[in-house]
């Protein structure tokens, strides 16, 4: 079944750990994104990447880090978990910058202690 | 800067019609766009919109005004399913989407 994937689903993190988040795509999507849910706010964008290659920053980018060597996968690298990082993380995808439709994957649900 | 207002959280009843209202404030405008996320799930497209009027696809419609900023999402028919909530965002000039914090909408029965 064509979709995005996250991994891990959930995790608890010791702070001042480093840990990377899986993002990967089958739909041949150019762009991808990460985002942040936290209660009571909108969803925050941390990185995007408009196609393999290139990455920018988004709204809350600091304390977090992206790739994009191939257009299937997008991790999304924390150098060094502090508590404010504790969150729910959802990657998506969308055919390209600006398409009527993003997909969301299943969101990792991460807590920094 | 870019603001995006929902109400945090609505009730109503089963087979009744429920309208979600979103404001927005943004830095250009790329198309409104609506999401339906049930608890501990992802974010689901429900609707577009890019042009002024009323957008209908099935028991949901979605309305625009650019000039007033608004949106609404309106659901017909409710059903016990449709209890979730509900993200308006917009997409700015530089095709980035500005997310309201959502309305969970309960439906009783």
């Known amino acids: 079944i064509a979709g995005i994937t996250q991994a891990p689903t959930s995790q608890i993190l010791a702070a001042g750990r480093r840990m990377t988040l899986r993002c990967t795509q089958d739909m041949r999507h150019n762009a991808m994104y990460w985002y942040r849910q936290d209660l009571g706010l909108g969803l925050r964008l941390i990185h995007y990447s408009n196609t393999a290659g290139t990455t920018g920053k988004g709204e809350v980018p600091d304390g977090y880090s992206v790739s994009r060597a191939n257009t299937d996968d997008f991790p999304l690298t924390l150098a060094s978990a502090v508590p404010s990082q504790t969150s729910v993380y959802f990657c998506?995808?969308?055919?390209?910058?600006?398409?009527?439709?993003?997909?969301f994957g299943q969101g990792t649900r991460l807590t920094v202690v | 800067g870019q603001n995006i207002d929902q109400p945090t959280e609505m009730t109503a009843t089963e087979g009744a019609i429920v309208q979600i209202n979103c404001t927005y404030q943004t830095s250009g405008f790329n198309g409104l766009f609506w999401y339906q996320q049930h608890a501990g799930e992802a974010p689901t497209f429900l609707s577009y919109?890019?042009l002024d009027g009323l957008e209908e696809k099935g028991r949901f419609s979605s309305f625009l005004s650019r000039s007033k900023g608004y949106s609404y999402l309106l659901l017909k028919e409710l059903q016990m399913k449709d209890s979730a909530s509900y993200l308006c965002a917009v997409m700015d000039s530089n095709y980035q989407l500005i997310w309201g914090a959502g309305t969970k909408l309960i439906i009783k029965p």
């Open positions: 998506a995808s969308s055919e390209g910058q600006g398409s009527t439709e993003a997909f």
């Open positions: 919109n890019v």
